[in-house]
T-cell receptor, first 117, second 116 residues
Framework: AQKVTQAQTEISVVEKEDVTLDCVYE???????LFWYKQPPSGELVFLIR??????QNEISGRYSWNFQKSTSSFNFTITASQVVDSAVYFC??????????????FGKGTTLSVSS | GAVVSQHPSWVICKSGTSVKIECRSL??????MFWYRQFPKQSLMLMAT?????????EQGVEKDKFLINHASLTLSTLTVTSAHPEDSSFYIC????????????FGSGTRLTVV
C-alpha cells in the first residue's frame, strides 16, 4: 500500500533560518508522482511542486528547493532564509498516475511550520 | 490553468439538516473527482472517489448513505451531508484529476462546515 510519512509534526524557526521538511514515501509502483502543498490558515491548498519518479534532479525555485532521493524514498523540502509568510502547514503527497481510473493523492500528516520574527 | 470552483466556502447548519457542497471544473472536463475531509490540525483524508455517470467509491469507514456524492456531468460533482450532526463539522475539499500534460490535481478552495 502507498504511504507518506512526515515525521515532523511541528517546526518553529526564527526568520532567516533555513528549514528542511522531511517526507518519506512507500510505494510498490515504479511510476509515481510526488507533490508538496502549502496550506495557509485560509485552508486552500497551494501547489508547490510535482516530481515524477523518473526525474531525480533536485529543483530550486527561489527560496524553495527539493531533494528527491529514490534510494531512500525521500522527497525533502528546504526553505532558505525563512520568512513569516512561510508559516503554514506543508503536506507531502503521493499518487500513481498510471491508474487511468484516477488514483487520489495520498497525503502525509503534514508539518506545521511557524516562523517568528 | 485548471480551476475547480467549490461552493459554499463556509456553511453553518442546524443538526439534522442536510447540506450540499458543489465542485465545478471551470475549464476542463473532470472525469474523476475526489472528496476529502480534514479535521482541525489533521491531514486530508480521502472520503470517496466519484466518476462521472457512475456510483462513487467510498473509503472504508465512510458512510455512503450519509455522504451522498453525485457526479452527473463532466464538470460538476456534489457532496451532500445528510442529517448532519456536530461531529460532521469539518473542512471538506474536492479535487479533480487533470490528466495534463503534465498530470496534476486541482483542488477546490474548500468548505468549512459547522453543525450546531
Amino acid at each position: 500500500a502507498q504511504k507518506v510519512t512526515q515525521a515532523q509534526t511541528e517546526i518553529s524557526v526564527v526568520e532567516k533560518e533555513d528549514v528542511t521538511l522531511d517526507c518519506v514515501y512507500e510505494t510498490r509502483d515504479t511510476t509515481y508522482y510526488l507533490f508538496w502543498y502549502k496550506q495557509p490558515p485560509s485552508g486552500e491548498l497551494v501547489f508547490l511542486i510535482r516530481r515524477n519518479s523518473f526525474d531525480e534532479q533536485n529543483e530550486i525555485s527561489g527560496r524553495y528547493s527539493w531533494n528527491f532521493q529514490k534510494s531512500t524514498s525521500s522527497f525533502n523540502f528546504t526553505i532558505t532564509a525563512s520568512q513569516v509568510v512561510d508559516s503554514a502547514v506543508y503536506f507531502c503527497a503521493l499518487s500513481d498516475p498510471t491508474n487511468q481510473a484516477g488514483t487520489a493523492l495520498i497525503f502525509g500528516k503534514g508539518t506545521t511550520l511557524s516562523v517568528s520574527s | 490553468g485548471a480551476v475547480v470552483s467549490q461552493h459554499p466556502s463556509w456553511v453553518i447548519c442546524k443538526s439534522g439538516t442536510s447540506v450540499k457542497i458543489e465542485c465545478r471544473s471551470l475549464d476542463f472536463q473532470a472525469t474523476t473527482m475526489f472528496w476529502y475531509r480534514q479535521f482541525p490540525k489533521q491531514s486530508l483524508m480521502l472520503m470517496a472517489t466519484s466518476n462521472e455517470g457512475s456510483k462513487a467509491t467510498y473509503e472504508q469507514g465512510v458512510e455512503k448513505d450519509k455522504f451522498l456524492i453525485n457526479h452527473a456531468s463532466l464538470t460538476l460533482s456534489t457532496l451532500t451531508v445528510t442529517s448532519a450532526h456536530p461531529e460532521d463539522s469539518s473542512f471538506y475539499i474536492c479535487s479533480a484529476r487533470d490528466f495534463g500534460p503534465p498530470v496534476g490535481y486541482t483542488f477546490g478552495s474548500g468548505t468549512r462546515l459547522t453543525v450546531v
